[in-house]
T-cell receptor
Framework: DVKVTQSSRYLVKRTGEKVFLECVQD?????MFWYRQDPGLGLRLIYF???????EKGDIPEGYSVSREKKERFSLILESASTNQTSMYLC???????????????FGNGTRLTVT | AQSVTQLGSHVSVSEGALVLLRCNYS??????LFWYVQYPNQGLQLLLK??????LVKGINGFEAEFKKSETSFHLTKPSAHMSDAAEYFC????????????FGKGTHLIIQP
């Protein structure tokens, strides 16, 4: 079974702090994603990555950056946290290997970030 | 650009009643469509997916969905609701199976009345 692990379930940070959200997957998946989830807005894609050191902007990348130095790890970085970044953050992974082309996204349990 | 619309942010049904959660999609290419469920304090779990093999798709926990191209719909149903079905449900669409991520609807909170 694929496991996507987000290092923190809850985080409280102050405005202006630099924040790192970590995500690790154990299935050698090529693609990894960061979403944020807000009530009434569903999930919105922040950034994704096809491979090590590759990154692509999603729908709402402003105020965020990402790092993928190893295939299994995908980090989301808030350079200077703001209160409007208080949200639930979900990491997901996916393989586009042909034999598993129709495999779903596998999600972690989320990190609930509060910026005060 | 692809998108999905979920009708009804909250749906309430009685235990044992039919569950119907609505999803309409917009896509310029034949879509891949998904339903995910999220239980409290958890990540999302795949219920079922449509990949053009069959228009009626059966998923886990007794859920199924029917792809109707003429109506651009992919509604989720379950014949008899159970208390454990109470959760948030998300419809999602992709034109590449998920490689670029999925576009999610805003979600429908399913409430089960005893």
């Amino acid at each position: 079974d694929v496991k996507v692990t987000q290092s923190s379930r809850y985080l409280v940070k102050r405005t202006g702090e630099k924040v790192f959200l970590e995500c690790v997957q154990d299935m050698d998946h090529e693609n990894m994603f960061w979403y944020r989830q807000d009530p009434g807005l569903g999930l919105r894609l922040i950034y994704f990555s096809y491979d090590v050191k590759m990154k692509e902007k999603g729908d709402i990348p402003e105020g965020y950056s990402v790092s993928r130095e190893k295939k299994e790890r995908f980090s989301l970085i808030l350079e200077s946290a703001s209160t409007n970044q208080t949200s639930m953050y979900l990491c997901a992974s996916f393989t586009s290997v042909l034999s598993s082309y129709n495999s779903p996204l596998h999600f972690g349990n989320g990190t609930r970030l509060t910026v005060t | 650009a692809q998108s999905v619309t979920q009708l009804g942010s909250h749906v309430s049904v009685s235990e044992g009643a039919l569950v119907l959660l609505r999803c309409n999609y917009s896509s310029s290419v034949p879509p891949y469509l998904f339903w995910y469920v999220q239980y409290p304090n958890q990540g999302l779990q795949l219920l079922l997916k449509y990949t053009s093999a069959a228009t009626l798709v059966k998923g886990i926990n007794g859920f199924e969905a029917e792809f109707k191209k003429s109506e651009t719909s992919f509604h989720l149903t379950k014949p008899s609701a159970h208390m454990s079905d109470a959760a948030e449900y998300f419809c999602a669409v992709s034109d590449r199976g998920g490689a670029d991520g999925l576009t999610f609807g805003k979600g429908t909170h399913l409430i089960i009345q005893p």
